[in-house]
T-cell receptor, first 112, second 117 residues
């Protein structure tokens, strides 16, 4: 079955430091790829998405992600983290246009 | 644009009762809506795919008689949790796939927190 893996359950970074959240999707036809952020008790907010074209995609809130086909990865990055970025981050892959798979999520804690 | 709402945002019910959750696409039409379930500190799991005017397709392990889905219009899908039990307590999130624009991007609702006592 298709799947998405986020290897890091919890990451702590200092405010102002750079951030990279890892995401790998199961090998096969390249799915559409997404990153979402979820604050406690809230729904999902789309940060960015990759459908095709330029493998480095820019999103909201200063986030970017790079699609690497050779590694089946779609890692999320931010050069300088803000305290308000503390949240749960989900990577997702859409297979066959209607089968959306989510990773387990990575909880980001930001130290002052 | 592309706003999806859910009602209620949270609900508490007694064990054995039924609860209906609504998912609406406010500014677009959606032939397909999806229902997800999220347990605390876990990821979203797809429960079912709802198509307007036809029966929903349930994922393996999801009881269709317990989680009744109705997609009666292009802007509304409902999920009814029948004879709810404490183990049904969860965060339920819907998403909608716009009919227009040949897009594959789903738009997510804010979620409904269900607590069964």
């Amino acid at each position: 079955a298709q799947s998405v893996t986020q290897p890091d359950i919890h990451i702590t970074v200092s405010e102002g430091a750079s951030l990279e959240l890892r995401c790998n999707y199961s090998y096969g036809a390249t799915p559409y790829l997404f990153w979402y952020v979820q604050s406690p008790g809230q729904g999902l907010q789309l940060l960015l998405k990759y459908f095709s074209g330029d493998t480095l995609v820019q999103g909201i809130k200063g986030f970017e992600a790079e699609f690497k086909r050779s590694q089946s990865s779609f890692n999320l990055r931010k050069p300088s983290v803000h305290w308000s970025d503390a949240a749960e981050y989900f990577c997702a892959a859409l297979y066959n246009n209607n089968d959306m798979r989510f990773g387990a999520g990575t909880r980001l804690t930001v130290k002052p | 644009g592309a706003v999806v709402s859910q009602h209620p945002s949270w609900v508490i019910c007694k064990s054995g009762t039924s609860v209906k959750i609504e998912c609406r696409s406010l500014d677009f039409q959606a032939t397909t809506m999806f229902w997800y379930r999220q347990f605390p500190k876990q990821s979203l799991m797809l429960m079912a795919t709802s198509n307007e005017g036809s029966k929903a397709t349930y994922e393996q392990g999801v009881e269709k008689d317990k989680f009744l889905i109705n997609h009666a219009s292009l802007t509304l899908s409902t999920l009814t949790v029948t004879s709810a039990h404490p183990e049904d307590s969860s965060f339920y999130i819907c998403s909608a796939l716009p009919l227009a624009g040949n897009t594959v991007e789903q738009y997510f609702g804010p979620g409904t927190r269900l607590t069964v006592t």
